[in-house]
C-alpha cells in the first residue's frame, strides 16, 4: 500500500495515498478499532449539506472568498451523490462529540477540492483549509448536532413515513374489502363475541395511524437546529447572521423546514429531540407488533390453528417438513421491532449523557436512531409487498369457527338472562352440543326465537 505525509497539530502521520482523508482521521482509524460499524452514510450526507451550507453563508457574509465556496459545495455535491463513500471510514465508536467524523469531512472536502483546482492532492500544498474553510464559523460541537437532526428528519420524512403510510393505506383496502365477512371474536385468545374482519384490520389500520401521527409530531422537535452555536452555544467566531443564513440553505437544500433552536445550547448540551423521535418509533414497533402477532395467529395452522387467513407462499418454510409455509414477513418485522425497541433503550440512556454544555453519546445516538428509521421503513415495505397485499380471507374456516363458537349465546342476555344463557352453554360445552340445540332443550326460547335472537351478523 502507497502511503503519504499528512500532518496536523499533532505531528506527522502516513495515509493511504489514494485516500483524500488527513492526518486526523487517520488517527482515528488507528486509535478506535473498534466494533467496525461505520459512521452512517445518511450522517456524512447531512453533514456535507451542512458544510454546503455554511459555505454558502460565509461567502454572502463576506468571509470566504467565493471560488473557495464554489469548491466546497462542489465537492459536497459529489458526497451527497455517493461518489465519495470511501474516503468515510471512521467507526460510531469514537469521540462522543464526533469531532473526529467531522475532520473527516472536513479533510475530504479539502483534499478533493484541490484535486478538483489543481489535478493533485497529498503533497502539503491546500488552497481550502480543513478547519479554516471548511469548518469556518463552525465547530464540531454545533455541526455533528445538526446534521443529526438533519439525517434523522430526512430519513423519517422521505422513507420511514411513506413506508408507514403505505402500510397503513393498504390495512384500509383490506378492511374496505373484508367488511362484509362476520366471524368470531376473540378476548383472553379465546371465543368472544363476532366482530368483521374488516373491523380487525380497521383496528390495525387505526393503532398504525396513531403512530405515525407520534412520529409526525416529533419531527418539530428536530426541526430546530443549532447551527450557529459552535462551541458551547455562544456563536463565538460566527458572523452576524450567520445562524439565520445557514439554516434557510439548508432548508432550501433538503426541502424541510428547518428553522434555528431557541436555545443553541440546548440543543447540544442535550438530545431530547432525537429521543423524542425514538420513542416515537418505539411506539410504532409496539403497534406493529401487536399487528403482525394478530395476522400470524389468524394465519396459524393452516389446518390445526386458527387459519382463517390465508397468507402468500413465498418460500419453502422448512428443511425437513414437506410442503411447511411459515409466516416469515410477520417473523422477520417482529425481530425488526424488537431491535427498535432495544435501540430505544440505548438512545434513551445516551441522552442522559449531556454533561454541562455538550452530550458526548452523539455518534451512537444517531447510529440507533438512523439504523431504527431505516429498518422500520424497510420492514413495513418487505411486509406490505410480500404479504398484506396477498391476505386472503378463508371464508370457509371463518364460517366453521363461527357457527361452532358458544359466545353467541351472549345475544340472548336480554331475553332469557344472563345466567340462564351461562347455563345453555355450559350444557352445551359438557354435552357436545350445538348452542341452539342446548338452547332448545333449555326449554327458554322456540327455534323461531333463537334464529331471531341469535344472529351474528346483528351482534357486529
Not at 467565493?66 to 469521540?95: G, N, S, Y
Not at 464526533?98 to 493533485?120: D, H, L, P, S, Y
Not at 407462499?313 to 417473523?331: A, D, R, Y
Request: proline fraction near 4%; include cysteine.
Amino acid at each position: 500500500m502507497e502511503t503519504r505525509i499528512e500532518k496536523d497539530t499533532m505531528g506527522e502521520v502516513l495515509v493511504e495515498t489514494n485516500k483524500y482523508w488527513g492526518a486526523q482521521t487517520q488517527r482515528s482509524l488507528e486509535n478506535f478499532k473498534i466494533g467496525g460499524q461505520r459512521m452512517p452514510l445518511e450522517l456524512i450526507i447531512a453533514m456535507a449539506i451542512v458544510k454546503k451550507a455554511a459555505a454558502y453563508a460565509n461567502t454572502k457574509l463576506g468571509g470566504l472568498p467565493a471560488d473557495k465556496c464554489a469548491l466546497i459545495a462542489q465537492v459536497c455535491d459529489e458526497i451527497v451523490d455517493h461518489r465519495l463513500d470511501e474516503h468515510f471510514p471512521l467507526v460510531i465508536w469514537q469521540t462522543g462529540s464526533g469531532t473526529q467524523t467531522n475532520m473527516n469531512v472536513n479533510e475530504v472536502i479539502a483534499n478533493r477540492a484541490e484535486e478538483i483546482k489543481r489535478g493533485i492532492f497529498g503533497d502539503g500544498t491546500l488552497y481550502i483549509k480543513p478547519n479554516d474553510d471548511v469548518n469556518k464559523s463552525q465547530s464540531t460541537n454545533d455541526v455533528f448536532p445538526t446534521a443529526m437532526k438533519v439525517a434523522a428528519t430526512m430519513v423519517l420524512t422521505q422513507k420511514t413515513l411513506p413506508a408507514l403510510r403505505n402500510l397503513a393505506d393498504e390495512f384500509g383496502r383490506k378492511s374496505d374489502s373484508f367488511n362484509s365477512i362476520v366471524k368470531i371474536g376473540r378476548t383472553h385468545l379465546m371465543d368472544a363475541t363476532p366482530v368483521t374482519l374488516g373491523q380487525e384490520f380497521q383496528s390495525y389500520q387505526s393503532q398504525l395511524l396513531h403512530a405515525i401521527k407520534s412520529v409526525e409530531n416529533s419531527l418539530v422537535h428536530l426541526y430546530e437546529l443549532p447551527i450557529g452555536g459552535t462551541a458551547t452555544g455562544s456563536g463565538l467566531n460566527t458572523p452576524k447572521n450567520y445562524d439565520v443564513e445557514a439554516v434557510k440553505n439548508i432548508s432550501e437544500f433538503t426541502q424541510i423546514p428547518f428553522v434555528i433552536s431557541l436555545c443553541k445550547s440546548e440543543s447540544m448540551a442535550a438530545h431530547d429531540a432525537l429521543v423524542c423521535a425514538s420513542g416515537a418509533l418505539k411506539q410504532t414497533a409496539v403497534s406493529i407488533m401487536k399487528i403482525v402477532n394478530d395476522i400470524r395467529l389468524l394465519a396459524s395452522g393452516s389446518r390445526c390453528g386458527i387459519g382463517e387467513l390465508s397468507l402468500p407462499e413465498n418460500e419453502p418454510g422448512s428443511s425437513i417438513m414437506p410442503g411447511k409455509v411459515n409466516p416469515t414477513q410477520c417473523e422477520a418485522l417482529s425481530m425488526v421491532c424488537a431491535q427498535v425497541i432495544g435501540n430505544d433503550v440505548t438512545i434513551s440512556i445516551g441522552g442522559m449523557q449531556g454533561h454541562l454544555e455538550l452530550n458526548v453519546f452523539m455518534p451512537m445516538m444517531i447510529f440507533n436512531l438512523l439504523q431504527s428509521s431505516n429498518l422500520i421503513a424497510d420492514a413495513t415495505q418487505s411486509f406490505l409487498d410480500n404479504c398484506v397485499v396477498g391476505i386472503v380471507a378463508n371464508k370457509e374456516v371463518i364460517k366453521n369457527n363461527l357457527d361452532n363458537s358458544l359466545m353467541l349465546v351472549t345475544a340472548l342476555n336480554p331475553h332469557i338472562g344472563y345466567y340462564n344463557a351461562a347455563a345453555i352453554a355450559q350444557k352445551a360445552h359438557k354435552e357436545g352440543l350445538t348452542l341452539k340445540q342446548s338452547a332448545l332443550e333449555s326449554g327458554l326460547l322456540t327455534s323461531e326465537e333463537y334464529d331471531l335472537w341469535v344472529d351474528p351478523a346483528k351482534m357486529v
